[in-house]
């Protein structure tokens, strides 16, 4: 038996309307229906309206009349009393009216510099910035902060906010995620909320490793360096990151949860309900093709002073602690080889995205459809190309929906020409110039 093939729209239920919410019903009456859910509803349901959510979100960003704004999917529920109620569910993946977005991979911007996110803006469903990126790229940089216009991070977000409108989420990262008193990160993130609305806010929480508030300060001074390894950090600093996401979507707040390097922090870190984990790729494989080069070295050489470079770098880098100075070179050999073998930096992981396959299967079995993988940290002419290629591969092409690629707006615009675009501008204008 074949399934019905008609065009179907809400008018065409012809339902009587709630009185009082006509205007707000109109907004939906061209949203088209699937056969069998026209089919359904014409049977049970006898009136229209919306919710209450649908009003407010309408309201607040003073959507014009007929429509609804972007960053929202339109859903159905039927009431006990047969009203079909419009709801609008935020979804970064639909543009205006509940359209998809021309396709599943999402954009997102690292910066907080309105000059430069302004002609990026209708493209972007989501904009990440945090206190560094506000204040040392933007306010306190002469050059982006042209004449000092913007003062505080507050006067930076709102003019952010009123530039990427409802359908982009803007990523803000807490001060001081190391604040003991929960009920002053909530006050935090508050003003974010009234700043930016509940639908577009998502929180930055870091995950923190070894670092807690006794000891952050060891960054801030000296040769700061902490006396501690990231891998042994006792199990509540560990986990801090993971607790307070999990009191914040327990709050409903949507939270970003950054600082993801390694794969093998990402089964963990869904398990506190992230909105966004997150791929840091770029300084990942920088670092391991600097400690594939000191182990080639070696192999060829078995100089020391290789392995004793090694060491430095290995410091330098915070894979050694402060205190860790004279490992013994055996050491440094084996703690460099596990990790050029975890990395497959000869294999799979020479592009550096063996991180970002491993997130994409395991997305692709998480049970949470809404959480969505940021891939973050990029430079070169080689590693957005790449990326592009791994989300264009049949392996993962299925999973392009769940991805976010994020970058310096300036980035994302380099890949936007070729060399052949300058020739081809030649050639068209010195012909446009002989018809004028």
């Given at each position: 038996?074949?399934s ?17 919410e ?22 049970v ?78 493209l ?137 390097f390694?794969?093998y ?75 050029v ?13 063996d ?66 675009v ?15």
């Amino acid at each position: 038996m074949h399934s019905p093939s008609f065009t179907a729209r809400v008018r065409s239920l012809g339902l009587p309307v709630v009185r009082g919410e006509e205007d707000y019903v109109a907004r939906v009456l061209d949203q088209e229906l699937a056969p069998k859910q026209y089919l359904d509803l014409k049977q049970v349901a006898q009136y229209i309206g919306v919710t209450q959510e649908f009003k407010d979100v309408v309201d607040y960003f003073k959507t014009p009349a007929g429509h609804t704004p972007a960053g929202f999917r339109v859903e159905y529920t039927l009431a006990a009393d047969g009203v079909l109620q419009v709801d609008l569910a935020r979804d970064i993946s639909r543009d205006t009216d509940g359209a998809p977005r021309p396709t599943g991979l999402l954009f997102s911007a690292d910066s907080a510099n309105p000059y430069e996110v302004e002609p990026i803006s209708p493209l972007l469903a989501n904009l990440t910035c945090n206190p560094g990126i506000i204040y040392d790229l933007f306010i306190n940089n002469p050059k982006a902060n042209v004449g000092g216009a913007y003062k505080t991070r507050d006067e930076v977000m709102a003019e952010l906010g009123r530039i990427l409108g409802p359908g982009c989420d803007i990523s803000v990262e807490l001060n001081n995620p190391f604040e003991e008193d929960f009920n002053k990160i909530l006050e935090e993130a508050e003003k974010f909320k009234e700043m930016l609305s509940k639908w577009r806010v998502v929180i930055k929480v870091p995950h923190t490793g070894p670092v807690n508030k006794d000891n952050v300060g060891q960054l801030l001074t000296g040769d700061a360096r902490l006396d501690t390894r990231y891998s042994a950090a006792a199990t509540k600093d560990a986990l801090r990151g993971h607790n307070l996401t999990l009191k914040l979507h327990e709050n409903d707040y949507r939270v970003n949860f950054t600082l993801m390097f390694e794969p093998y922090q990402t089964q963990l870190a869904l398990q506190a309900r992230p909105y966004f984990i997150n791929s840091f790729v770029r300084h990942r494989l920088v670092q391991s093709e600097a400690i594939a080069k000191h182990l080639s070295a070696y192999a060829a050489t078995q100089d020391e002073a290789e392995l004793t470079a090694l060491r430095a770098f290995m410091i330098k880098t915070d894979y050694y602690a402060a205190g860790e100075d004279d490992v013994d070179l055996k050491t440094v050999f084996e703690d460099a080889n596990w990790i050029v073998n975890y990395r497959d930096i000869e294999g799979g992981g020479a592009d550096g995205l063996d991180g970002l396959r491993h997130n994409l299967e395991v997305l692709r079995g998480c049970n949470m459809d809404d959480t969505r993988l940021i891939v973050c940290s990029m430079e070169g002419p080689s590693m957005y190309p790449d990326l592009d290629a791994v989300l264009a591969d049949p392996a993962y092409s299925d999973m392009a929906d769940r991805v976010v690629i994020t970058a310096e707006p300036g980035y994302l615009a380099r890949f936007t020409s070729t060399n052949q675009v300058v020739s081809y501008q030649r050639r068209f204008m010195k012909a446009a110039q002989g018809q004028s």
